[in-house]
């Protein structure tokens, strides 16, 4: 059974920095695109970053709204994908969810691209 599980939530003030780690078990990841989404209430799932791979190796896809702020990062050796977040402003706050494919390769861009969720954590940031 996949399951993903997210860390390092929380909630801070303007300007500081969070790094949420996603953690997969009953399945390696590696070859597989993973990404990062955040959802505020009565919005939609919106993606901030992701990992993808290419025979090349990986890739990195960061969002316009995020890039110069976030990264994301993967360690295959922990099966886990990193989401650090720098200078965080109070329009951050959010549930971010890991999401994973079950189909090799890409980054996908879109919610129904993946397949196994996380159950988020929330990140709150304060003025």
């Known amino acids: 059974q996949v399951r993903l599980t997210e860390s390092g939530g929380g909630s801070v003030q303007a300007g500081a920095s969070l790094r949420l780690s996603c953690v997969a078990s009953?399945?390696?990841?590696?070859?597989?695109?993973v990404a990062w989404f955040r959802q505020t209430p009565g919005e939609g799932r919106q993606l901030l970053a992701g990992v993808g791979w290419r025979s090349s190796g990986d890739y990195e896809y960061i969002d316009n709204s995020v890039k110069g702020r976030f990264t994301i990062s993967r360690d295959n050796a922990k099966r886990s994908v990193d989401l650090q977040m720098n200078a965080l402003e109070p329009a951050d706050t959010a549930v971010y969810f890991c999401?994973?494919?079950?189909?090799?390769?890409?980054?996908?861009?879109?919610?129904?691209?993946?397949?196994?969720w996380g159950r988020g954590t929330q990140v709150t940031v304060s003025p």
């Open positions: 999401a994973a494919r079950s189909t090799r390769g890409e980054v996908g861009l879109f919610v129904e691209n993946y397949q196994y």
């Open positions: 009953g399945y390696n990841f590696r070859y597989y695109g």
